[in-house]
């Protein structure tokens, strides 16, 4: 839904439901904890956007919120790491804000800038595969009040598409990513990181040739992580003398090259 509030300014609304099936693990770790259910969500957004100088610059900027239902959670067994499950959180929720700027500074440049800040919490969670491993008397499978992981406090991005003489282009990419858990116990955590991504290529009619490079600076970072420094559950908060995180690293710089047609 949206709303002109003059050639310039428009507000916008939405709502929508999400759905995710349900299914069934290899791993359960009981036969009452095998079977995840499917996952529902509602989401709501509320923004503004505004077209300026003859539409050389959008901007947009918007606010919205999540309420999870049953969010499923893909989770490593910390006692085989060979081994990986679906479970239920029964309710998890985030909310936040994104802002958004793009100008054509030229006929031949286009700068673009974004920005989104983000809180997501497990608001109750109990992993019953673990509680079924462990026993009901066991701690370190409640995460409730825990932040969601894999989910930033921030992202960040600037970019710039510069149109080259014939027919080429180069676009250029700053990515910025906040610190963000890397577990659901919330013990294991990726600092802030940036990625600088580039390609140029050539572009005529319907076809296109392109060489491009991702995470240019190398950068380390890590897109998942085991934590294996506990070995007494009763107690989570003992420290496994010889234990360790296992991280699994994200992207290395990678350089390519592509050819697409479109018809």
């Known amino acids: 839904m949206s709303f002109a509030l003059s050639e310039r300014d428009t507000l916008f609304a939405s709502a929508s439901k999400g759905f995710q099936s349900g299914g069934f693990n290899y791993y359960g770790g009981t036969p009452e904890s095998a079977q995840y259910d499917s996952a529902e969500s509602w989401n709501y957004e509320l923004g503004w956007s505004a077209t300026w100088n003859g ?3 959008h901007t947009r900027a918007a606010v919205f919120y999540s309420d999870f239902e049953d969010y499923q959670v893909y989770h490593l067994n910390p006692m085989n790491p060979t081994e990986a499950y679906m479970v239920n959180a029964s309710e998890a929720s985030s909310y936040g804000l994104e802002l958004e700027a793009e100008a054509s500074v030229s006929d031949r440049v286009t700068l673009s800038a974004a920005l989104g800040l983000v809180n997501a919490e497990f608001d109750s969670y109990t992993d019953s595969v673990l509680r079924g491993v462990l026993g009901p008397h066991a701690a370190g499978y409640e995460f409730g009040g825990n932040d969601i992981n ?114």
Do not use: C
């Open 55 to 57: 539409g050389r610059l």
């Open 150 to 263: 894999f989910v930033p406090e921030y992202t960040a991005n600037l970019g710039a598409h510069i149109q080259l003489p014939w027919n080429l282009y180069t676009n250029w990419e700053v990515q910025g990513i906040g610190d963000y858990w890397l577990d659901e116990a919330n013990t294991a955590e990726q600092d802030a990181y940036a990625l600088v991504n580039a390609r140029i290529g050539y572009k005529r009619d319907n076809w296109e040739l392109f060489v491009y490079a991702r995470n240019l600076t190398d950068e380390d970072y890590s897109n998942n992580a085991l934590d294996l420094r506990y070995t007494d559950y009763s107690n989570p908060a003992a420290p496994r003398p010889s234990g360790m995180i296992l991280h699994i690293p994200g992207w290395e710089r990678t350089i390519g090259a592509g050819l697409s047609a479109s018809f």
